[in-house]
C-alpha cells in the first residue's frame, strides 16, 4: 500500500468518520503547548456544559473504505455507557476500530482501535486511548484531559496547555456532530480545537450547501463540508476532500471522497443502528 494512502486509511479508520480527515493536513497554530510541569497551583477553571440529541449510546456505524475499485477497510464507531463518573459528572464510551480487508491484509494489515471517555453533558474527553497496528508498525498514546485545569498528560509524564474542552481524535466526531448548522451559509469554517500527536491541531470544515448522495444502500439528504487542508501533502488540495453528512438531527456523515497524492479514496456508509432520529434517506 502506498505511504499516503496509509496514512490517510489511517484517519479513515481511527472512527473519527470522515468530518475529521483533515487533522494531519491543517496549518498549526500559533498557540505553544509544549510540554512542561504542572505549576504547583492550577487555576480551576469551570465545565462546559451542552444541550445536544445528535447521538445517545447504543449508536453504531460501519463504513467501507474503498481505495479505487477495491474493498481496503472497515470502520466501525459504536458509543457505549460507561459505568465510571469522572468528577462528578456521567462519562461516555466511544470506540473506534479500523482493519483492512481481503489482500490488503497480505502486504500491508492494518489493526487500529481508539478509545475515548468524554464528558456526556459537555461531550469533551477525559480519557483518550490510542492504540495503531499497521503494517508491522506499532505504537500507543494514553492522554489523561485534565479540562478543569485545561491541560493534557501524556503517557510521557508530560503536561501540556490547551484551551478549554479541547477535543480528541475520537470525541471531535461526536462534538462536531453537536454544531448549530441551522443558519449555516455557504463558504462558513467551523473550527474545532483538537489535542493530537502532543499538539493542539485546529480541524476546520467549511460549508459547501446541500446535495443528495446516492449510496450503495439507498439516497441520503446531505449537508456537505470541505476540511481545510494544507495543500501539497497527502491532499492535493481542499477540492480533493468532500464529506457528506445526513441533513437531519442525527447529523451522521455517509460519504466521504478524497483524491490523495498517490490515488483516490471513498468512504462509505454501509450499516447503521442506535440512531436518536430518522435518517434523512429518501
Known amino acids: ?15 473519527l468518520s ?3 480527515m483533515g487533522f494531519a493536513q491543517t496549518e498549526r497554530p500559533t498557540l505553544s503547548t509544549e510540554g512542561n510541569p504542572a505549576p504547583p497551583v492550577r487555576e480551576t477553571y469551570p465545565l462546559r456544559t451542552l444541550q445536544h440529541n445528535a447521538f445517545k449510546p447504543g449508536e453504531k456505524l460501519t463504513y467501507v473504505v474503498h481505495y479505487g475499485w477495491v474493498n481496503a477497510g472497515e470502520a466501525v464507531v459504536e458509543l457505549k455507557e460507561s459505568p465510571r463518573d469522572i468528577n462528578g459528572r456521567k462519562v461516555w464510551h466511544a470506540v473506534g476500530r479500523g482493519r483492512s480487508l481481503g489482500a490488503f491484509n497480505t502486504f500491508y494489515k492494518v489493526d487500529d482501535r481508539y478509545e475515548s471517555f468524554f464528558d456526556a453533558q459537555g461531550v469533551f474527553p477525559w480519557v483518550f486511548i490510542r492504540r495503531v497496528s499497521e503494517g508491522g508498525y506499532e505504537f500507543s498514546q494514553d492522554y489523561a484531559y485534565r479540562q478543569q485545569y485545561r491541560e493534557v498528560l501524556t503517557q510521557e509524564k508530560k503536561t501540556h496547555a490547551v484551551p478549554g474542552s479541547v477535543q480528541d481524535m475520537l470525541s471531535a466526531f461526536y462534538y462536531a456532530r453537536t454544531l ?21 491541531w ?8 446541500k446535495e443528495t448522495v446516492k449510496l450503495r444502500n439507498g439516497k441520503f439528504r446531505c449537508m456537505k463540508f470541505q476540511p481545510v487542508v494544507q495543500e501539497g501533502r497527502v491532499f492535493k488540495g481542499n477540492d480533493d476532500l468532500n464529506v457528506w453528512i445526513t441533513d437531519d438531527g442525527n447529523r451522521i456523515p455517509v460519504l466521504a471522497q478524497a483524491k490523495v497524492l498517490v490515488g483516490s479514496i471513498k468512504m462509505e456508509l454501509t450499516a447503521y443502528e442506535g440512531l436518536v432520529h430518522p435518517i434523512a434517506k429518501l
Open 202 to 209: 485546529p480541524l476546520r470544515m467549511r460549508y459547501m450547501g
Open 18 to 20: 470522515l468530518l475529521t
Open 180 to 200: 448549530d448548522l441551522s443558519n449555516a451559509k455557504v463558504g462558513d469554517v467551523f473550527v474545532i480545537d483538537t489535542f493530537l500527536d502532543n499538539e493542539l
Open 1 to 15: 500500500m502506498p505511504r499516503g494512502m496509509a496514512r490517510t486509511t489511517t484517519i479513515l479508520l481511527a472512527g
